[in-house]
């Protein structure tokens, strides 16, 4: 299956783009799983706010072929 | 928002807020309640000017402005409330005099002070409702907290390069900041506007959601963005709205809180608001004379591990480039028995680096102290500030 991956703020920085679309065997991953494949086995960083269908969720949510996943860093600057 | 019905408008005042007499969902009612409303707002930088300013042509009756910073040259790009020939003048004051400028009816109250553990509640208490228009951590989980603590809805805004973030925070009807963010991030992954960078109308995008936001809960028209994350992203023009909710295990709004009073969180958390106070040894350390005696006399290798732009802008003379982000893979490049100088802006990155690379074996490198920031100030004063 098929799961698109987007990074916001200092995560696209970090990550060098701003989207990703993983492929991941078998019928559901954790976002934390997707997290470790899209980064190449990096932990996901604490403080990272994480959407599945832009919907807030934690990092154990099983994510299914076709959703979208959005990992937002905090943004400080005023 | 007391006393609503007691505010009378004067003929003046009619034909200065006529267009909002005419809309519905404003009208002489919600006019009176917006001249009766009060609103903190944190921050009277590149958020808080569009928020004063619109707010004060709005005609809300009273405006708290939180800031400690003299205004600089740098901060003119996008804080448009601060006129040029205002530089070197307290935020607060100079806001003061452009607020008076856009509508004598405001009153306004200024704190010239940090927001901290110690003076919030007693400076949030008699407003109605706090805008946070911070530009760092610890001043924004304060702000949440009193917000969270006094019961006040919290009208959010956020900004980097191009990208944006504004919500409501309200833990009567939503989640509060820490729901989403429980704790201050480690420092790499959150820079501010003064490292990453910010295009000057993104403030005035954002702060106006904010400054329409607050108006729309002090006359009780429309939604409010209760339990919706907004953000926008500037550079392709797109705004996406994220559904958050209340965290039940959130340590401040969740059902067994475990905050119960404020807390500055850059004591807890490792932030490190100066550079100065990043401290390791000092044999680790360069002062800027001494790094220029050296680069007169013996073999040194000077690296700035600041961003390529702000090499561009200006570097120290026969400095390689090597951006801390990329030194991990670029380590290769440097000579271990060479001796090395790095330099960010004020030593923070610096620090960092050096860090690294003492782990990495290199026992002959040492940071300029205070940066390139020191530098200019001692050693070579046509650098300009940034």
Redesign the interface.
Known sequence: MNIKVRY???MR??MGRAEDTVSVDGDTITVTDLWKKASGGQDL?????I?VN???TDSAHAVKNGDEV?F??????? | MNDKSMVGLSHEEIQRYSRHLLLPEVGLEGQKKLKSASVLIIGAGGLGSPIAMYLAAAGIGRIGLVDMDVVEESNLQRQIIHDSDRTGELKTESARRSIARINPFVQVDTYCEKFTAENALNIARDYDIIIDGADNFPTRYLVNDVCVILGKPNVYGSILRFEGQASVFSAKHGPCYRCLYPEPPPEDLAPNCAEGGVIGVLPGMIGTIQANEAIKIIIGKGTPLYNRLLVLDALDMRFREMKISKNPDCSLCGNTPTITALIDSQYYCGITPKSGEYRMDRNEFISPYELAEKLDNDDVLLVDVRSPEEHAIFAIENSISIPLQELTARVGELNKQRDIVIYCKSGIRGAKAVEFLNAEGFARVRNLDGGIAAWAKEVDREIPGY
Not at chain 1, 45 to 49: N, V
Not at chain 1, 72 to 78: A, E, H, L, N, S
């Open positions: 916001f703020a200092s920085d970090r960083p604490a403080s990272t706010l959407a832009m919907e807030y959005a937002f860093p905090p943004v400080t600057g005023g």
